[in-house]
């Protein structure tokens, strides 16, 4: 058989043998979506719009634990200052009609009553021992109590005891207005106007070392002079403001 007539069947034939062309890497189909980030570890609090700035409230005032000293005293459930008490009860040393002479006057002028007991050379040891302070509130019934006490102990080292009895006198006094009025130093003492002034409390202390005094010939006690500048300071601490009259 001539070769020329088969020679288009030849070619046919090759190109059916081919191997088939590469499939294109172009898809058409649309790439996974990316995994989801994990989750916090822990979840941040919600704030109130504005409070990342926000300061946290001032600390209200702490109340004070003690009345004013600087301020007059004054009566319990009255609000009054203490000077219009209508009965006052003055109680200590030989120092009370010092400062008594000159403020029993203006009590008086007004109506109220003013009683001084005083015993000469007492101490705070013996007003606490015996039973003149409780006999004297019963008799009297003060709204207002001045206690003159100490200037005979102004060596004595026993504080200790001295604290004691001023925490005695206090709690008969009770819930009546109340100044304990120290004594004008004479000396250098041992500690007792500062155990005093420790515990005389709700008793209002009033300071006499502050003050200066000329005395009387023993030295101790204040002359009438100065013991009228002393009882002056003592009425202004009770809130009296007319003047005291000299006798």
Known sequence: ????????????L???SRPDAPA????????????APAAAAAKAPVQPAGSALAKP??????????????????LPGR????ALAKRVLHVGDSMVPLVGNYLRPVFEKRGA????????????????ADDKLDAALKEHAPELVLISLGSNELFDKDLA???DAVRAIVERVGDRACLWIAPPAWAKDFGFAEV???????????????????????GRHPDWSSSYGWARQVYAALGGTDPLPKN
């Open 79 to 82: 609000g009054e200052p203490a």
């Open 14 to 16: 090759g190109a059916c």
């Open 196 to 218: 005093v002034r420790k515990n005389a409390s709700p008793c209002r202390y009033f300071d006499s070392t502050k003050l200066k005094f000329t005395r009387q010939e023993d």
């Open 161 to 163: 005891a001295i604290g």
């Open 24 to 35: 294109s890497t172009t898809s058409s189909a649309r790439a996974p979506a990316p995994p």
């Open 113 to 128: 009553s003013y009683a001084m007991v005083s015993t000469h050379s007492s101490s705070t040891r013996t007003w606490a």
């Open 57 to 74: 409230p001032a600390p209200k005032p702490a109340r004070a634990l003690e009345p004013d000293a600087t301020a007059p005293l004054r």
């Open 1 to 12: 058989m001539p070769l020329r007539p088969l020679l288009p069947l030849l070619l046919l």
